[in-house]
């Protein structure tokens, strides 16, 4: 149980996606002008995160994995996949951005609205398929800890896109040089804000 | 370039040259669409990297708005994404098999752009935006001159980290070693990935200035 | 607009054409991939050693020269398989999944490790094959000892996708050569490993100096990826080093 937290505090602090990995930045950048619709994107994130993790964790742990298929037939023991964990884990990714598509359009148009473009593109949101293959890598043991890494990195995401939100509102007041006006100086704070989250990569948990 | 006259239009027309150009300039994905950055942040503490996944997201790009330009007409909308999706990983893969298997030396370089290039937003938001509803030629002019912009952004970025984080370019000692011996230090800070964020926030500041169209709005 | 009869019939249809695609492809290549991949690793152990001019080609006929032993050791540091004539390359410690066997330690099971013998002009060295992880994927690597069986002869390391600039510069000689000549014990014969420090030996106390290589900076999960898996790695070895050593006595 305390190693399933110590996953979720470390996915969100140590090993942020967006400050440690710099995974995610698209998105992250271009809607990030207001608390509001980050809010919503972050929680969009999060949403798409806590359910591929964990299925691309069974799909991997089950499917994919030299030897994975063994619960099949134990014929099968010797089948490794692994070269389609990419295109498997994008489709499944893709699947669950097409419903959370689906269902913010159904539910909040005032939110799809200002999503836009984006809203497709978690798809290709580096943080989401990251999540996956870092899963893949760090050899989770349980499909517990799957979800809790995936729901970390999710609440880390909603994190850095809302705090980079709110003092995006703010600086509209501050007299910013006119060529470095919103894209110019998020991404300086940005790069300010990696450089103090790079503080917490020293922790050990 | 000698090229079929069967289009009503010239092929290089001012229309389609203006695919070309925009991205270089005026409509640039990294600093005015803002896409692919994160790959801008990986693969820019050095030269040599960037310019090698410039190349790569050049053929990537062009290839799949080709692909998926010509499917476009019978791609159900609501399913697109995985479709789009689909076809530039499975383009990626096929590349990369390949390459590991008869020229596995280039393969090993290229092997860590494989998923950075695949999740890359440049091509999943040009095919978004353009190829799905464009014929191929202007829909593979467009990726040319994204992926064009993209790589210029790359390189100079690129050359900046490696000039001052590491003294060198391509690889090549380019400060001298008079220098250091002054008490000359490479920054070390330079090839942290926020100083990439940093070095584009400055790019965006100069390129802004002079062109003021640009700017926004507070 | 479109059926949903419609819509499944597309996604269908195109997931078999990828997945046809993919696994032609992926089973068709599978014997030239292996096979350079064989390459890299036999030419990671001999260039550990020391033995340069790997070129693709004489890499196999060179290994099956070189290396005069391939071992197949327990976690007790017994031999369990010794193929010291023919192909190398078709005995038990060249095939070993690495991997899997690293898994079954850090589960308490019992595990194997393979370990390399290689005469170079009559020199012999030892090399030690390792496994870990960086920031992105799978780091590994080769050790060469010297046949006192703690003076470093060459290292080689490789990756899966470190940051290229950044962890990625494991793999240049710069790091490399820094490890030619450290020690895995000190002075009263405890393993102390390789310590991975960044400002490089000259920080460390006096005594230490000789067991420790400088860091690569802006790369810092890859580094200690390298500290722990030389420590991780060489400790599973340890038996098999200890009874070595006392065998020479």
């Not at chain 1, 995974?23 to 995160?49: E, H, I, P, Q, R």
């Amino acid at each position: 149980m305390q190693e399933i937290f110590n996953i979720f505090i470390k996915s969100i602090f140590i090993d942020n996606m967006v400050f440690a990995y710099f995974l995610g930045m698209c998105s992250y950048l271009a809607v990030s002008k207001t608390v509001d619709t980050s809010f919503g994107l972050g929680l969009a994130v999060t949403f798409v995160l806590g359910i591929t993790v964990p299925v691309d964790y069974l799909l991997n742990e089950y499917v994919l994995k030299a030897g994975a298929l063994a619960w099949l037939d134990p014929e099968f023991a010797d089948v490794d996949l692994s070269f389609l964990s990419f295109i498997l884990f994008i489709a499944i990714i893709a699947s669950m951005v097409q419903l959370v598509e689906m269902v913010v359009e159904k539910f909040s148009p005032a939110l799809y609205a200002s999503l836009g473009i984006f809203l497709p593109l978690i798809a290709v949101n580096c943080a989401i398929l990251g999540g996956s293959l870092f899963m893949q890598e760090r050899d989770y043991q349980s499909l517990a800890q799957a979800t809790s890494f995936g729901l970390g990195s999710g609440v880390g995401f909603f994190l850095a896109i809302v705090g980079i939100a709110a003092i995006r509102e703010k600086i509209r007041y501050s007299n910013v040089p006119p060529a470095l006006r919103r894209l110019g100086i998020t991404f300086i704070i940005t790069g300010l804000m990696g450089i103090a989250f790079m503080s917490f990569l020293g922790i050990k948990l | 370039m000698n090229v079929k006259k069967k289009e009503h239009e010239p092929l290089f027309s001012a229309k389609n040259l203006k695919l070309l150009k925009d991205p270089l300039s005026i409509n640039n994905p990294i600093t005015v669409q803002v896409l692919g950055i994160c790959s801008a942040l990986a693969v820019t503490a050095k030269l040599k990297p960037a310019i090698v996944m410039s190349i790569s997201v050049m053929v990537v790009l062009a290839a799949s708005n080709v692909v998926i330009s010509l499917l476009r007409n019978g791609i159900p909308p609501r399913i697109r994404i995985i479709v789009q999706l689909v076809v530039i990983a499975t383009m990626v893969i096929l590349v990369d098999q390949v390459l590991k298997a008869f020229v596995y030396d280039i393969s090993k370089q290229l092997s860590v752009f494989v998923g950075l290039i695949i999740t890359n937003c440049i091509i999943m938001g040009r095919l978004e935006a353009f190829a799905m509803g464009n014929k191929p030629w202007p829909a593979f002019l467009d990726g040319i001159g994204n992926s064009l912009g993209y790589g210029i952004i790359l390189i100079i970025v690129a050359f900046f980290r490696e000039l001052f984080g590491s003294g060198t370019i391509l690889g090549l000692q380019i400060v001298p070693k008079g220098f250091y011996d002054f008490g000359y230090e490479n920054n070390g800070l330079m090839i942290l990935p926020p100083m990439a964020l940093i070095t584009v926030g400055v790019i965006i500041w100069v390129q802004r200035n002079r062109n003021k169209e640009l700017i926004e709005e507070r | 607009m479109y059926s949903n009869g419609y819509i499944f019939r597309y996604a269908a249809i195109m997931v078999i054409v990828a997945a046809a695609l993919l696994s032609a492809a992926a089973m068709l290549l599978k014997p030239f991939q292996d096979r350079n991949m064989a390459i890299e690793k036999m030419g990671g152990i001999l260039t550990a050693a020391k033995i340069s001019g790997v070129e693709k080609e004489e890499t196999i006929a060179k290994f099956n020269k070189y290396v005069t032993d391939a071992i197949v050791v327990g976690q007790d540091g017994k031999i369990i398989e010794s193929l010291n004539e023919g192909e190398k390359e078709d005995g038990a410690a060249f095939k070993l999944n690495m991997k899997e066997e690293l898994y079954k330690k850090s589960k308490g099971e019992n595990f194997e490790l393979p370990v390399y013998k290689v005469d170079n002009n009559g020199e012999i060295i030892y090399i030690f094959p390792m496994l870990g992880t960086g920031l992105w994927g799978p780091i590994w690597g080769n050790i060469a000892l010297a046949d006192d069986l703690n003076t470093i002869v060459g290292v080689t390391f490789g990756h899966k996708g470190e940051t290229p600039g950044l962890g990625a510069e494991i793999t240049t000689p710069e790091f490399t050569e820094q490890f030619i000549g450290k020690q895995i014990f000190d002075a009263n014969n405890k393993f102390t490993s390789i310590m991975v420090v960044k400002g490089g030996a000259k920080i460390l106390p006096q005594k230490q100096q000789i067991h420790g290589v400088d860091a690569i900076s802006g790369g810092t999960i890859t580094s200690n990826g390298v500290n722990d898996m030389l420590n991780n790695v060489l400790e599973s070895y340890l038996p098999y080093i200890e009874k070595q050593k006392k065998d020479e006595r």
